[in-house]
């Protein structure tokens, strides 16, 4: 299909464990026979609990974990089959947000530097443009220009889960593999950061892959949800479909696990995220 940015197909990444000596050595199949397909500039939410399999399927696809067996089709071309060189052309415009941003901002250097590192690298500007660049790609994400003498532990973790989304945005990426990139912040936080994706999926034209083990946040974000469970995708369907008729008990249970109660009726409730406005960050 002429409008899928990316396909998987038959994915498996499997991982050796115990000794051979003593004939106990066997494989944990974290990704196990994986297919799906995501039409550029869709959201697909991929959500399931911990250890099921999903920040593996998101590194396997961008090859941060080299996969077992399978096939990743970026713009029709199997990138798995891809040398090392030709591979890094490509691996530019498939970006990733990890979970904690703090783990992955080196303490040592200014936020400037942090996002003009990837900008010189691959020669994305002139050096006399990047100081304007790194100011373009900060308000992108609602942050002011003088935040970028500032060090990484002066932030918030919503202000630096900013600045990570900053970071990708600075490739032109078509693609972004966001590895539950709210789970440690709070509520409100939460709902800036998805607006934030949300608004740059629309002005950008961006096809996220947003890995969630919370399903009331992937309902507010995806176009479609692919349930995942023991390394396998149990259940794909559009977003409102999967949330009001689920078929695989793993995926109801899901749904279960997303109920609150109304204090005034003592009545189950689903907990939703949303914000209104998006904040600009002073």
Known sequence: MADVLLSVRGLKTYFPFGSRWFGTRGVVKAVDDVEFAIKRGQVLGLVGESGSGKTTLGRSILRLIEPSEGEVYFEGQDILRLSPRDFRMIRRRMQIVFQDPYATLNPRMQIRQIIAEPLLFHKMVPPNKVTSRVIELLAKVGMEAYFMYRYPHEFSGGQ????????????????IVADEPVSALDVSVQAQIINILLRLQRTENLTILFISHDLAVVESIADRIAVMHEGKIVEEAGT?????YPHHPYTKSLLRSVLDVDPTTRRPVKRRISAPTEPTMK
């Open 240 to 244: 409102d479909y999967l949330i009001r």
């Open 160 to 175: 630096r889960q900013r600045i990570a989304i900053a970071r990708a945005l600075s490739m032109e990426p078509d693609f």
